[in-house]
């Protein structure tokens, strides 16, 4: 049984480092340099967020969970809006492991 | 989308920042609709997992109303599970989630970005587009919500600091809600990021993760096997949106997103840092090589 004090203990120590910076940054002025360096960010984060964590995605079937993300892509690619291509990749997944089996 | 028409065909009467908050808070829902998905998704197995720990539904609840951190909340059931004390479990906690730290650097620039001149710069685009009565040079942006340009010229005038209805406790409760996905889908967004956006897209990402983990201790056990393995997709296929309207547009984007997935599989074989900065290391330094390539070529 995990007590309060646990859940107390993991709530302090993940807010800590969220709040910080917003509490260390403000007021001041940033360098062109670091401006670029943000303008990247995007980029860098959505690709490392995908991979390679997506291969296990669905547990022990990564190419189930590639099929996935390819009907994401092509639905982004020819659609805007995101939650279309949630929907449908879920239900990819769904469907194949349906048909897979088990 | 016809968001974008009303918001600016309202904009124009409706007097400061009012009308401006609320629309920043509608555009906030909206971007965190997609992340609402995701997290119930998502979710769901945490409350399925808590549930058969014998966790009771409160303590569930509160470590997803309190940490709404998921990688840690599974982590702490799995050492839970082993077995593994309290401060052992805070300290991995604080391990896997420091990684925040960084994008919260991140959002709090963003935030702070005194980008006057970037607005200046939209706001006489938008007097162009309006002038020539067509749309801008690259159309309406694909998988962005709001493409922007019309409300950016009425934000100009009434806007030159960092942002309306910046208040401290905004702030503290904004810091609460980054995460991954927050972070992702506030990062992206072209317009000037405000807090109360951030909140918005937060609270609905938030809402989401609460029901979802609810859900899950209620009914997860009743879901069919393949339903339940189905729903890890979610969160990849949503970052996959978000990233492939930008891969269309820049090659730079391209190269960025993938070699940071490289460079991040590698840091993981290589197992020298925790998961949560082998992502943040290869964010970052991605990052830092592209502004330095790019930056150069620009230059020449």
Known sequence: MPDLLLIAGMAAVTYIPRLLPFLLLSGRTLPPAFKRFLAFIPYTALGALIIPGVIEAVPGRPWVSLAGLATAAVIAWYRQGLILPVVAAAGMVFLLLVWLGG | MNAKNRAGQKGEKTACSVGQNRQEVREGIRRGLP????????????????????????????????????????????????????????????????????????????????????????????????????????????????????????????????????????????????????????????????????????????????????????????????????????????????????LKKSRPALFLAVGAGVFHTLLERLQLFSAGWNLILAIVLTAIAGSYFYGRKKEE
Request: net charge neutral.
């Open chain 2, 35 to 246: 992340v609402l998905i995701g997290y119930f998704s998502a979710s769901i197995p945490f409350g399925l997992l808590a549930k058969a720990g014998g966790i009771s539904l409160l303590e569930t609840f509160l470590f997803s109303a309190l940490v709404f951190a998921g990688a840690s909340q599974f982590m702490a059931l799995n050492l839970l599970q082993a077995g593994v004390v309290a401060g052992e479990i805070i300290l991995a906690t604080f391990l896997v989630n420091s990684r925040h730290l960084v994008m919260s650097t991140v959002l709090a620039a963003r935030l702070r970005e005194n980008s006057l001149e970037k607005v200046e710069e939209e706001a006489e685009k938008t007097r162009e587009v309006v002038r020539s009565g067509r749309p801008g040079p690259e159309g309406p942006e694909p998988g962005r919500l709001e493409p922007g340009r019309p409300e950016t010229g009425r934000l100009k005038p009434e806007r030159p600091g960092p942002g309306t209805g910046s208040g401290k406790l905004l702030t503290f409760l904004a810091a609460f809600g980054v995460t991954d996905e927050s972070f992702a889908l506030a990062v992206t967004r072209k317009k000037r990021l405000t807090p109360l956006f951030l909140l918005a897209l937060e609270v609905t990402a938030y809402s989401g993760w609460l029901t979802g983990t609810i859900t899950g201790f209620l009914l997860g056990a009743a879901l069919p096997a393949e339903a339940r393995a189905s729903m890890g997709i979610a969160l990849y296929a949503m970052f996959a949106a978000i990233l492939i309207p930008e």
